[in-house]
């Protein structure tokens, strides 16, 4: 019987295989990896399994496999989907060691280079601007030496291991994206960190990503913890920081990266390159 992990695996290299693009594309990997012939025939379901389940936490368990109770956190390489191991909010990206005193302004791994920069708005667009190391604050510059020494290799790994080698960003995938642009801003609203990417107007394949920490949440990080908690617990933990919508292990900062590593636009192309998406992540998962 296929696990979950096999189910999503096939979806994800289905949109990486199409031709389609939009609904279509998405309509296509339904039917790749399922018995269900649209996106649309999934969320009917879904719907339905809602409004029949006495509760949510028996929704999560009966049709996801989440189990809230134990210490996994429903990843898909976890033992709620059928893993050895349970992956824990501590161990779901690992550490260690000690964190490494890079005061680089870039630096690459699994053949992805992150860039420091500044994100600014001008003419209703978006641009990321080089930022230097120096300019950071101190809990900057831990988020970004842990970055460095754990979380981004660490989290692109578990795409990988999660999604397949091909969905990875190493040299055997067929990754488009080799950038990613990291940087910091502080605002009084409910939102941890955003990311967005870039895609290129000939070819509708993304080709940077960016990554945008909110260090309202974040001031008061616990330099000490490798996982990037925060003193009180404010935020959680830094390393696997949930997405509003969901509640599995695999909700974090890094593995919305996987959706984009070959992304192609369902709409019409502008003429120049552009920002086209930005999501949100907050509270709640």
């Given at each position: 019987?296929?696990?979950?992990?096999d189910?999503?695996?096939?979806?994800?290299?289905?949109?990486d295989d199409?031709?389609?693009?939009?609904?279509?594309?998405?309509?296509?990997?339904?039917?790749?990896?399922?018995?269900?012939?649209?996106?649309q025939?999934?969320?009917?379901?879904?719907v339905?399994?809602?409004?029949?389940?006495?509760?949510?936490?028996?929704?999560?368990?009966?049709?996801?496999?989440?189990?809230?109770?134990?210490?996994?956190?429903?990843?898909?390489t976890?033992?709620?989907m059928?893993?050895?191991?349970?992956k824990t909010?501590?161990?779901i990206?690992?550490?260690?060691?000690?964190i490494?005193?890079f005061?680089g302004?870039?630096?690459?791994t699994?053949?992805v280079t992150?860039?420091?920069?500044t994100?600014t708005t001008?003419?209703?667009?978006s641009?990321?601007?080089?930022?230097?190391?120096?300019?950071?604050s101190?809990k900057?510059?831990?988020m970004?030496?842990?970055?460095?020494?754990?979380w981004?290799?660490?989290?692109?790994?578990?795409i990988?291991?999660?999604?397949?080698?091909?969905?990875?960003?190493?040299?055997?995938s067929?990754?488009?994206?080799?950038?990613?642009?990291?940087?910091?801003?502080n605002?009084?609203n409910?939102?941890l960190a955003?990311?967005g990417?870039?895609?290129?107007?000939?070819?509708?394949?993304?080709?940077?990503?960016?990554l945008?920490?909110?260090?309202?949440y974040?001031?008061?990080?616990?330099?000490?913890?490798?996982?990037?908690?925060?003193?009180?617990?404010?935020?959680?933990?830094?390393?696997?920081?949930?997405?509003?919508?969901g509640y599995?292990?695999?909700?974090r900062l890094?593995?919305?990266?996987?959706?984009?590593?070959k992304?192609?636009?369902?709409?019409?192309?502008?003429?120049?390159?552009?920002?086209?998406?930005?999501?949100?992540?907050?509270?709640?998962?």
């Amino acid at each position: 019987m296929s696990t979950q992990k096999d189910i999503i695996q096939s979806f994800m290299k289905s949109l990486d295989d199409t031709s389609e693009r939009g609904t279509a594309a998405i309509d296509e990997a339904v039917r790749a990896c399922s018995n269900f012939s649209s996106a649309q025939d999934v969320v009917d379901q879904m719907v339905q399994d809602c409004r029949n389940a006495k509760s949510a936490t028996e929704f999560l368990e009966e049709k996801c496999g989440i189990i809230l109770e134990n210490a996994d956190t429903g990843a898909l390489t976890g033992s709620d989907m059928g893993g050895s191991v349970a992956k824990t909010a501590e161990s779901i990206v690992p550490e260690s060691g000690s964190i490494k005193k890079f005061s680089g302004n870039s630096f690459t791994t699994n053949d992805v280079t992150f860039k420091l920069g500044t994100l600014t708005t001008y003419n209703k667009k978006s641009h990321y601007t080089a930022t230097s190391f120096s300019s950071l604050s101190d809990k900057q510059k831990f988020m970004w030496r842990g970055l460095y020494t754990w979380w981004a290799s660490g989290s692109l790994d578990l795409i990988e291991s999660s999604y397949g080698s091909n969905y990875g960003f190493g040299s055997n995938s067929e990754s488009t994206v080799k950038t990613i642009h990291t940087g910091f801003v502080n605002e009084s609203n409910s939102v941890l960190a955003t990311t967005g990417y870039w895609y290129n107007a000939e070819t509708g394949l993304s080709d940077d990503l960016d990554l945008t920490i909110n260090m309202y949440y974040y001031n008061n990080v616990n330099t000490s913890d490798p996982n990037g908690s925060t003193i009180g617990m404010v935020a959680g933990y830094l390393d696997r920081t949930h997405d509003s919508r969901g509640y599995g292990g695999e909700c974090r900062l890094f593995q919305l990266f996987a959706a984009f590593h070959k992304r192609r636009n369902g709409g019409t192309y502008s003429r120049h390159r552009r920002r086209k998406k930005r999501r949100y992540y907050n509270f709640g998962g």
